[in-house]
């Protein structure tokens, strides 16, 4: 009795604990069954919420980068790629003259489309990746108002938002600039200037830039105006006055 008690106590022990051990690994599987299940509902509703989330194009922001006219713009995003390659912007359905790509930031001189009397025009720019439309964004292209102006010393050419804001010098050059005017698509601006010694009919890009002689002549060459005298060589040869009208301004 005495040798059946102490086993009887340990029997009984290891049927105590086998059955708290059973208990112990049913509370620990149930434990078990409801993480995984926790989980579970996480995952699904993670992948719903990812299956119903609209999917569009990637947002792009389309900033001016000139404070005269929109002459030149960044277009802000990601996903563009390092390098150009097959890729381009277009306003409007016009392709933009890209100056800087990057992967998050392209630099574009804007096509400024046709701005009937000179107002802005909604336009919608697209970003074109490998041949692949891939993003779009909305803009408004303003054309500025050109003006002469001798606050420099010397008549120049400026330009301005229709505010009156962001006024910049075109022409930067001691000599006489003056008589701008726009061509039909806003791209370029023909002037005259004497900085070559005698009066010469110019044009430049619409940010001033490639500012190049179209008539280089010794003598004297400037627009046709009502009221004042031709050049000595005919006009009506002259690219530029293909975008400058021969009722234009008058003042000298
Ligand atoms: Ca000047
Ligand atoms: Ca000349």
């Given at each position: 009795m005495l040798i059946l008690g102490p086993f009887t106590y340990t029997f009984l022990l290891w049927y105590c604990k086998s059955e708290w051990m059973e208990v112990a690994k049913e509370v620990e599987m149930k434990k078990r069954v409801a993480l995984c299940g926790a989980v579970v509902i996480v995952l699904l509703l993670l992948a719903g919420c990812a299956l119903f989330q609209p999917v569009g194009p990637p947002l792009i922001t389309v900033i001016p980068t000139?404070?005269?006219?929109?002459t030149s713009a960044n277009v802000l995003g990601s996903g563009f790629g390092e390098t150009q390659g097959a890729s381009s912007v277009t306003f409007h359905g016009v392709q933009a003259a890209v100056l800087l790509w990057s992967n998050t930031s392209i630099t574009v001189r804007v096509p400024?489309?046709?701005t009937p009397n000179g107002s802005p025009t909604a336009t919608s720019v697209r970003v074109i990746v490998a041949g692949t439309p891939f993003a779009s964004a909305q803009f408004t292209v303003v054309r500025g108002i050109l003006f002469e102006t001798n606050r420099d010393g010397n008549s120049e050419i400026y330009v301005m938002n229709?505010?009156?804001?962001?006024?910049?010098?075109?022409?930067?050059?001691?000599a006489w600039d003056s008589f701008p005017c726009w061509s039909p698509d806003g791209t370029e601006i023909a002037f005259e200037s004497t900085r070559d010694g005698n009066n010469e009919i110019y044009v430049m890009d619409?940010?001033?830039?490639?500012?190049?002689?179209?008539?280089?002549?010794p003598d004297g060459d400037w627009f046709s105006r009502a009221g004042r005298p031709t050049g000595?060589?005919?006009?009506?040869?002259?690219?530029a006055m293909a975008v400058c009208p021969s009722s234009g301004p008058s003042h000298r």
């Open positions: 000139s404070g005269a006219v929109h400024v489309i046709a229709p505010d009156g804001s962001g006024q910049t010098n075109l022409t930067n050059n001691p619409a940010d001033g830039s490639d500012q190049t002689n179209l008539t280089n002549h000595q060589r005919s006009p009506s040869r002259l690219t």
